[in-house]
């Protein structure tokens, strides 16, 4: 089973977590959802599978680019 990274599509704090480690998501189906400039983005996983790993917590700041979590395929 492959892993792939989830990564933070921009520079904000993680609002809300919608998957738990462990969850069966579908491609597209958003993990998280994160708030930047007043504005909600949601943070979708690019293959279906289950989430393997996340790597914040609802508050956490995060920079475009970093790995918030892994979804195994």
């Known amino acids: 089973?492959?892993?792939t990274s989830v990564e933070a599509i921009v520079t904000g704090k993680v609002w809300k977590i919608e998957k738990q480690?462990?969850?069966?998501?579908a491609?597209?189906?958003?993990?998280?959802v994160l708030e930047s400039m007043k504005m909600?983005?949601?943070v979708d996983a690019p293959?279906?599978?289950?989430?393997?790993?996340?790597?914040?917590a609802?508050?956490?700041s995060v920079t475009e680019?970093?790995?918030v979590a892994m979804v195994m395929g």
């Open 40 to 42: 909600e983005i949601p």
């Open 21 to 25: 480690e462990g969850d069966t998501v």
């Open 65 to 67: 680019g970093d790995v």
């Open 58 to 60: 609802e508050g956490d």
């Open 47 to 56: 293959v279906a599978g289950k989430v393997g790993r996340l790597s914040v």
């Open 1 to 3: 089973m492959a892993a």
């Open 27 to 32: 491609a597209g189906e958003a993990i998280m």
